[in-house]
Nanobody, 124 residues
Framework: QVQLVESGGGLVQAGGSLRLSCAGS????????VGWFRQAPGKEREFVAA????????AYIDSVKGRFTISRDNDKNTVYLQMNSLKPEDTAVYYC?????????????????WGQGTQVTVSA
């Protein structure tokens, strides 16, 4: 019943932009927060950004501040991640996830449901 689908990934040159979308179905977006995580080959999954669904509040990892913007459209059950000034270091599979409990937005343990990911590749 709960499903998250990421889209918008692709190949882009350094300095370019992409907008990722996370579309929820069922009661997915009745949760507390939606986060974006990423995982590069050989590296652990890391927090990127998150947004509260019913109250104001966003969070970002320091390395993307000023470049990435997370936003939501609750009527469309969609969360977006606008990524500007992309760097090769941003190359990873990006996942969206929903948290159903309150806690540290950057803590992956707070997230209960995960999408299958979308590949972002940034060439030098």
């Amino acid at each position: 019943q709960v499903q998250l689908v990421e889209s918008g990934g692709g190949l882009v040159q350094a300095g370019g932009s992409l907008r990722l979308s996370c579309a929820g179905s069922g009661r997915t977006f009745s949760g507390v927060s939606v986060g974006w995580f990423r995982q590069a080959p050989g590296k652990e999954r890391e927090f990127v950004a998150a947004i509260r669904l019913s109250v104001s509040g966003t969070a970002y990892i320091d390395s993307v501040k000023g470049r990435f913007t997370i936003s939501r459209d609750n009527d469309k059950n969609t969360v977006y991640l606008q990524m500007n000034s992309l760097k090769p270091e941003d190359t990873a599979v990006y996942y969206c996830a929903v948290a159903t409990t309150w806690g540290n937005l950057a803590n992956r343990a707070q997230y209960n449901y995960w999408g299958q990911g979308t590949q972002v590749t940034v060439s030098a």
